[in-house]
Each structure stands twice: as C-alpha cells, then as structure tokens.
C-alpha cells in the first residue's frame, strides 16, 4: 500500500514538474511570437542595422556559421575518423575524447575569451576571423563526438564484407563505413551548425558588431546575436521592438534545422 502511495507521489510530482517546464517554455514562445511578429516589417529585411533592419546581420551571422561549419566539418569528422578507425581506443584516442568532452561543456565566454587573446589583442581590433574561429572551436567537439558515436554504430561486418574484397582501409572507410554513418554525422553537423548560429557570448569578445553592410572580415562584423544583445538594453521603443524582431526570426531560423536534423534521423528510422 505504502510503494502504490509513493508511486503515485512520485507520478505526480513528475507530471507537475513536466508541466512546469512547458509551461514556461510555452511562455516564452507565445511572448516572442506575439512580440516579435507585431515588430516584423518588410523593410526590417531589407534594411541594414543603421537603417532600422536586419539584413545585415542575417548575411553576417549566416557568413560567419558557415565558414566556421567549413572549417570545422572537415577537421571534426577526420578527427573522428581517427578516433574510431585508426586510434585502436589507445591512451592518446581517450585523452582526445576526453578532452572533446571538456570543450563541449566549456562555457562560451571562455572559448571567446581565449580567441580574443590569439586573434583579437595581437591584430589589434575586433574582426570577423577571430568571430570564426570562436564558432569553429565550439563546433568541432560537438562532430568529433557525433563522427565517432555514428561510426561504432556501423556493423563491424561492414568492414570484415569490404576486407573480403580487397578494399584498402581508406576506401573501406569512405566508401562503406561514412556511407553507412552519414545520416547520424549529417544529423550532428545540422545540430551543432544550429548551436552556433545563435551564439552570443563568444561574439561579443571577437567579432563585436557593425551596423552597416560589409564583407570585410579583418574589420568588426555585422552579428544579429550580439545585436540583439545590444538592442535590448537602449532605451528606446524602436530599438527594443528591433530586438523583438531579430530575436524571432533568429528563433525561427533555428527551429528549423533542429527540425531538418529530427526529419532527418526520422526517416532513417
């Protein structure tokens, strides 16, 4: 009688405390969904910052993630590679896992932070590269972890099968192995490309922000998450509405690559 009370003490308090979390997710999404599409217009997207839009920081933000995703693709994944295929789980393949999982869980400000002093205070301003670099450092971890977990899902009959018929490794590792794995490594990539994308902090210390339209990446450059950051603190109603805006659409953007990496992992199933 006792274990059915508690259990349903427990059932309960589980329930409120899932409801409680809605809730409040459900809260935040109505009230920037309410705010932020009553502050959209159409000259909000076709106008720079300077001029009371946000174009220029969508092209700023979208240029600087996916530069980072070009950096940091190639070099998490080959990581990864190494990590599953080569490493044969030595002393050196735990202390890269190791420390992978430290930087996945290191605070943002620290990655920008530390950029700062590499690539910020010795070219003596705030620039784009430095802002690229940062979003790199937070995203290879994330697709060294996906890249590793994805390929021990892979059927070591797999490989014994392409061994059999005289593939090398590298073509057996190419060929057979990513190809049976790259649904899950497309999935991770997609998730931590929306990560990144709405990174604030490391921006802050290594892009910073310009409000006019530029492609210069060794100056300061347009970024909508440090923007919105700074909107939301003037005192004017034009500024914070600005904010309203960029934050849903911002919002939105990352929504729907969470929602492709779901889709996608969804019809692999």
Same mark, same amino acid.
């Given at each position: 009688?006792? /274990?059915?009370?508690?259990? !349903?003490? *427990?059932?309960?308090?589980?329930?409120? &405390?899932?409801?409680?979390?809605?809730?409040?997710?459900?809260?935040?999404?109505? @009230?920037? &969904?309410? !705010?932020?599409?009553? +502050?959209?217009? $159409?000259?909000?997207? %076709?106008?720079?910052?300077?001029?009371?839009?946000?174009?220029?920081?969508?092209?700023?933000? =979208? %240029?600087?993630?996916?530069?980072?995703?070009?950096?940091?693709?190639?070099? #998490?994944?080959?990581?990864?590679?190494?990590?599953?295929?080569?490493?044969?789980?030595?002393?050196?393949?735990?202390?890269? /896992?190791?420390? +992978?999982?430290?930087?996945?869980?290191?605070?943002?400000?620290?990655?920008?932070?530390?950029? =700062?002093?590499? $690539?910020?205070?010795?070219?003596?301003?705030?620039?784009?590269?430095?802002?690229?670099?940062?979003?790199?450092?937070?995203?290879?971890?994330?697709?060294?972890? %996906? @890249?590793?977990?994805?390929?021990?899902?892979?059927? !070591?009959?797999?490989?014994?099968?392409?061994?059999?018929?005289?593939?090398?490794?590298? !073509?057996? *590792?190419?060929?057979?192995?990513?190809?049976?794995?790259?649904?899950?490594?497309?999935?991770?990539?997609?998730? &931590?490309?929306? /990560?990144?994308?709405?990174?604030?902090?490391?921006?802050?210390?290594? +892009?910073?922000?310009?409000?006019?339209? @530029?492609?210069?990446?060794?100056?300061? =450059?347009? &970024?909508? %998450?440090?923007?919105?950051?700074?909107?939301? @603190?003037?005192?004017?109603?034009?500024?914070?509405?600005?904010?309203?805006?960029?934050? $849903?659409?911002?919002?939105?953007?990352?929504?729907?690559?969470?929602?492709? #990496?779901?889709?996608?992992? /969804?019809?692999?199933?």
């Amino acid at each position: 009688m006792n /274990r059915l009370i508690l259990n !349903k003490i *427990i059932l309960i308090l589980s329930s409120l &405390s899932a409801l409680i979390g809605i809730g409040f997710l459900f809260w935040i999404l109505v @009230t920037l &969904s309410y !705010k932020g599409i009553t +502050s959209l217009h $159409f000259e909000t997207f %076709t106008n720079d910052l300077v001029g009371g839009g946000i174009r220029n920081l969508l092209v700023g933000q =979208f %240029t600087m993630a996916l530069m980072a995703s070009a950096l940091a693709v190639p070099l #998490g994944m080959m990581a990864g590679i190494y990590l599953r295929e080569y490493s044969n789980n030595g002393k050196l393949a735990s202390v890269i /896992r190791n420390l +992978s999982d430290v930087m996945m869980s290191a605070p943002s400000i620290v990655i920008g932070v530390f950029v =700062f002093a590499l $690539f910020v205070d010795p070219f003596g301003g705030y620039n784009g590269w430095a802002g690229i670099v940062a979003l790199a450092i937070m995203m290879i971890p994330i697709i060294i972890s %996906t @890249t590793d977990n994805m390929l021990a899902l892979v059927p !070591k009959e797999l490989r014994e099968a392409g061994i059999a018929l005289g593939g090398s490794k590298h !073509k057996i *590792i190419l060929q057979i192995v990513i190809k049976a794995a790259k649904v899950g490594i497309t999935t991770g990539v997609l998730l &931590s490309f929306a /990560r990144i994308i709405g990174e604030t902090a490391p921006l802050l210390f290594t +892009s910073a922000n310009n409000q006019f339209f @530029t492609m210069d990446l060794t100056e300061q =450059f347009p &970024s909508l %998450t440090v923007s919105i950051y700074n909107l939301a @603190t003037y005192p004017d109603e034009q500024s914070r509405e600005l904010a309203w805006a960029a934050s $849903f659409v911002l919002t939105m953007v990352v929504l729907c690559i969470n929602l492709l #990496g779901r889709y996608i992992t /969804r019809n692999k199933k």
